[in-house]
């Protein structure tokens, strides 16, 4: 069992930045995905980010790449999502997630991720 907690989330205006955490607590495998993911009201949840546990490699949605960074911190068991440049159209609810499968890659469907915190609002007022 995992069980995430993300927090930072808060209102900024267009073209600033925030940084969202990621608690998670359990046991985390060196194979395990650590990812991001957002979601407006009445859409499906769409992949932003993501990071290999172990190796650090990272992967990113087009939509965000050059703008957001995401970073493990494997001694605090923390994942986060630098967000810089923020757009009107980046708003949305922020969740952490954890694919536990052992990957060559990853994957950016929501459904193959196991574990998933409770959400965190970023609102970008433009």
């Known amino acids: 069992q995992v069980q995430l907690v993300e927090s930072g989330g808060r209102m900024v205006q267009a073209g600033g930045s925030l940084r969202l955490s990621c608690a998670a607590s359990?046991?985390?495998?060196?194979?395990?995905?650590m990812g991001w993911f957002r979601q407006v009201t009445g859409k499906e949840r769409q992949f932003v980010a993501a990071?290999?546990?172990?190796?650090?490699?990272?992967y990113y949605a087009d939509s965000v790449k050059g703008r957001f960074t995401i970073s493990g911190d494997n001694a605090k068991n923390t994942v986060y999502l630098q967000m810089n440049s923020l757009k009107p159209e980046d708003m949305a609810v922020y969740y952490c997630?954890?694919?536990?499968?052992?990957?060559?890659?990853?994957?950016?469907?929501?459904?193959?991720?196991?574990?998933w915190g409770q959400g965190t609002q970023v609102t970008v007022s433009s």
């Open positions: 997630a954890v694919d536990t499968k052992i990957r060559s890659g990853y994957s950016s469907l929501a459904r193959e991720y196991d574990y």
């Open positions: 990071i290999r546990w172990s190796a650090a490699s990272t």
């Open positions: 359990g046991r985390i495998f060196g194979w395990y995905t």
